[in-house]
């Protein structure tokens, strides 16, 4: 997939995010979309996978470690053909299987159940080993917060990763400097990410996490590394794509309403349209 067809479906990634989250009237918004190209990428370009065939055993893995940004992981699958668009607007409604945060039990193509942040991270390390101890060439894939690598699990992973030289794993940390509180650097500042994870034995590519060109490069270059897993730190815009989200830490976990709703697919409508 281009450039240009991976922006589009980026664009239809964020419609699903600000549906979802407006019809549940709950959610987390904000570091769903800024992760929007991200997971764009990895379902649409990057990984070895298949809708009609979800638990293939040779496919590659992804763990969503920061589990409350679940509304981008879901638009995400359901564009990709996982399960249908139109149940983005069950959205933790009752009885629905789209839980507020991932179940691998029931939602086709999640691969592991999240949300206890800092977890995420240990079952990706052990996925990996997996592949390496049963000889299996699928790689994993684990996204993390850059508030949530302020919890201690985070590191433990990390060290375990570098020591057995788990190039079959890549760990990307969405970089958008704000969490429920506040800015991260101002809560608990985990800043230098990237010579924290060299530390830990890892090869480490900054990149502008919005940028499908950088993304592109970065997980060509973690594919060609070997010997050492590594860590992608993906500067990113808190709330991307909508006007009024962006950039501002009200919007970790709060859903629109009707107005901003209204608006908010506007603004995604005419940044759909201008690609075309």
């Not at 981008?72 to 789209?98: I, M």
């Not at 977890?119 to 990706?124: E, F, H, K, N």
Request: aromatic share 8%; glycine share 10%.
């Amino acid at each position: 997939m281009n450039k240009l067809e991976l922006q589009k479906k980026a664009v239809e990634v964020r419609k699903g995010i600000v549906t979802g989250v407006h019809s549940a009237k709950a959610g987390h918004p904000g570091g769903s979309l800024s992760a929007a190209d991200i997971f764009t990428y990895l379902y649409f370009e990057e990984m070895n996978i298949d809708p009609a065939n979800p638990k293939d055993e040779n496919r590659d893995r992804f763990v969503l470690s920061k589990g409350h940004t679940a509304p981008g992981l879901y638009s995400t699958l359901a564009n990709r053909g996982f399960f249908p668009v139109e149940d983005l607007l069950t959205l933790r409604h009752t009885g629905s299987y789209l839980q507020g945060h991932p179940d691998m039990k029931h939602i086709p193509g999640v691969d592991m159940s999240s949300g206890s942040l800092g977890q995420g991270l240990s079952t990706a390390v052990g996925m990996a080993l997996a592949a390496k101890m049963s000889g299996k060439d699928y790689r994993t894939y684990c996204l993390c917060g850059d508030g949530e690598i302020q919890e201690g699990q985070i590191w433990e992973a990390a060290m375990f990763a570098g020591h057995r030289k788990l190039d079959n794993l890549v760990v990307i940390v969405d970089n958008n400097n704000l969490q429920i509180d506040g800015s991260v650097d101002e809560v608990c500042s985990p800043y230098p990410i990237d010579e924290k994870f060299k530390a830990f034995n890892f090869h480490v590519i900054n990149i502008n996490g919005n940028d499908f060109d950088e993304i592109d490069k970065a997980f060509a270059e973690a594919k060609a590394t070997k010997g050492m897993p590594t860590a992608i730190i993906a500067h990113t815009v808190k709330g991307k794509g909508v006007s009024f989200m962006e950039n501002k830490a009200g919007w970790h976990g709060k859903a629109p309403n009707d107005e901003e709703f209204a608006i908010a697919i506007e603004e995604l409508g005419k940044a759909g349209d201008a690609l075309c």
